[in-house]
């Protein structure tokens, strides 16, 4: 029976590694590995889709992001309304039938299939294979596999769990999702109902310290770097323990993370430019799990490219613009697939912007014996205003995150090319469907987009995607801190992000400080951050990188967020948000269709 799931998952699962080793990718020939392992090689090929998976189209490798993450927390801004599934994401109201939580589904459970096919080789492998002196690389992999399946079970219950669990055990009996264990042996077995939350909970916990274990002392070469460790798992265990408010668990693993991982937060000066596939930037001082993504120059257009270590294609949607040849707003081109995924206003007053919206003048420097061009444009933005734009930067009067996070238009640059001509320095630009309308900002992404891309070649991404980082242990520490009722230490570790995010020392007091847990934080005007900093420091350190939807469903700050964007480009009603569905995605259509053991447990208001 094995044998043929073997063979059955291997060819399903999309073919990737974890970094550039090859043993680390599945080979496209599956006769080799279509039978139980023989070797460690062999045992590798298998673990290997457990990485990759995480690069398919349903999660990191597309749509988990752009279309439905980012549009849920009002990140981005979609110009585009031509995707049903796409709109319900926007207004939080998904049907049962939603393509973007469907294939998350789909493909989260692949990856707990792989996992489970893992464990079940490596038994197998032990037993009849191995020797003796093999034992310390077969539990390695046990170890990533426990790893990995808790990672995605992490993200099933997050995303599809009824409720999440409060202090004292609140909501432990609510519905979790189906919790498969093992590899099937028999239909039955794929038949399976939905798991308590403290069950599902219990399960992931399990498996993160089975993990350390496992992976203690193991350190990875170069070529396999991308691999999880004893690190990796302790951090997601942490984060797990803060999930469930077990706050004191939380910080007791969290500290462990903390005092002896070897991590410390990355200086300012690399932080700024961590998020954009500076090779030299990956795997840094700061990341505890990170997803590896190798350029695709070859036109494969990503996951869809059907090769191994196809790269992803979140940038491609939410790519910045640039002034277009005739140096105008009117006519701006995208750095990669435009008009679909802005940034939202509301998100620039956010990071604490002071200034109103920009106009543009006449250029006074205007060479009317030369054509019109991006860098002779007739028009340019007042630069009074610009001037002022600038002092905000200098003076860091706006949180410096915003220009990690997003570029300005007239005043940021970006290095591209023309047509595959040589690249060229052009300024930033308000998106094309928004020239002409002045009360807009029309920023532009920054983080994990397309920002120093030829024009006509921006069909892949090249950055890797950051899943665990030191910041969100020190945010998470601090959470449990305050929890258990320590508010000083977890004032500390929130200033100690606020302060790396002003280039100051981290571990040493200063004027930006927090002075308690209600002090202003940068956010204008703004009712849900204004005043509370543990809120504010985790949407702001980790704007655009897939974490806030699930702190405004533990927290539940739906009803809140709806009324501070308001709107939505895509919709044509204001946004507004159901606290009794829209905390949890529905369980999929599809699975009611195919399991018969869940019938009758959807989740509340589907």
């Not at 059955?8 to 039978?35: E, F, R």
């Not at 492998?125 to 093999?134: G, I, L, M, R, Y």
């Not at 002392?217 to 797990?240: C, Q």
């Amino acid at each position: 029976m094995y044998k043929k799931i073997f063979i059955a998952i291997l060819a399903i699962v999309l073919l990737a590694g974890c970094k550039k080793d090859p043993s680390l990718v599945v080979p496209t020939d599956q006769n080799s590995t279509s039978s139980f392992p023989n070797t460690l090689d062999e045992l590798n090929t298998i673990l290997a889709p457990a990485y990759g998976n995480l690069k398919s189209i349903g999660l990191w490798g597309f749509e988990l992001m752009p279309k439905a993450l980012e549009n849920s927390t009002h990140t981005g801004d979609a110009n585009y309304n031509g995707d049903a599934a796409w709109n319900e994401m926007t207004a939080n109201n998904l049907s049962i039938t939603n393509g973007k939580s469907q294939n998350a589904w789909t493909a989260l459970y692949a990856g707990v299939t792989v996992c489970n096919v893992t464990l079940a080789a490596a038994d197998f492998f032990e037993a009849n294979k191995a020797t003796s002196s093999q034992k310390a690389d077969i539990d390695a992999i046990r170890g990533q596999a426990k790893f990995m399946r808790a990672f995605y079970y992490f993200q099933l219950e997050t995303l599809f769990g009824e409720a999440y669990i409060k202090a004292g055990g609140v909501n432990e009996s609510k519905k979790g999702v189906p919790l498969y264990t093992a590899v099937p042996k028999n239909v039955e077995d794929t038949q399976q109902g939905r798991a308590t939350t403290k069950a599902v909970w219990d399960f992931i916990k399990a498996d993160l310290k089975d993990a350390a274990t496992l992976l203690d002392n193991r350190v990875w070469s170069a070529t396999e770097i991308g691999r999880a460790n004893k690190w990796s798992a302790k951090a997601l265990l942490g984060k797990a323990y803060v999930f469930t408010e077990d706050w004191a668990n939380a910080k007791t693993t969290l500290l462990e993370v903390i005092n002896n991982s070897g991590k410390s937060l990355m200086p300012f000066a690399k932080y700024k430019d961590a998020f954009n596939g500076n090779t030299a930037n990956e795997y840094n001082e700061e990341s505890l799990f990170e997803l590896n993504v190798d350029a695709d120059n070859k036109g494969n257009y990503g996951p869809w490219g059907g090769v191994p270590n196809a790269s992803t294609l979140n940038g491609v949607i939410w790519s910045p613009y640039i002034l277009s040849e005739a140096g105008t707003e009117t006519g701006s081109r995208p750095l990669g697939y435009g008009g679909n995924l802005g940034v939202h206003d509301k998100n620039i007053k956010r990071f604490g912007y002071p200034l109103g919206y920009y106009t543009l003048v006449a250029n006074p420097a205007f060479d009317n014996s030369k054509p019109a061009s991006f860098n002779n444009p007739a028009q340019i933005m007042d630069p009074a205003y610009k001037a002022q734009a600038i002092l905000v930067r200098t003076n860091k009067t706006a949180d410096p995150r915003l220009y990690v996070n997003l570029v300005q238009p007239w005043v940021d640059v970006l290095n591209t090319d023309w047509n595959g001509g040589p690249k060229q320095n052009v300024p930033v630009s308000k998106p094309d469907y928004l020239a002409g309308e002045p009360n807009t900002y029309g920023w532009g992404f920054r983080k994990y987009a397309a920002i120093d891309y030829h024009i006509n070649n921006v069909n892949y991404d090249k950055w890797n995607w950051y899943f665990l980082r030191l910041a969100d242990v020190y945010l998470l520490y601090a959470e449990a801190s305050i929890g258990s009722g320590d508010v000083a230490m977890g004032l500390e570790y929130i200033n100690k992000v606020h302060r790396r995010a002003y280039d100051l020392p981290v571990n040493t007091p200063s004027v930006r400080d927090y002075a308690s847990l209600n002090a202003a934080t940068p956010a204008i005007s703004d009712p849900v951050l204004g005043t509370n900093p543990l809120r504010y420091e985790r949407w702001a350190e980790f704007f655009h990188e897939g974490i806030w939807w699930f702190d405004v469903c533990r927290w539940r700050l739906g009803p809140q967020e709806a009324a501070f964007y308001g709107t939505a480009r895509n919709l044509t009603t204001p946004l507004t948000f159901n606290e009794a569905k829209s905390y949890s995605w529905p369980i999929p259509l599809a699975e009611f269709n195919a399991n018969a053991k869940i019938a009758g447990q959807q989740n509340p208001g589907y």
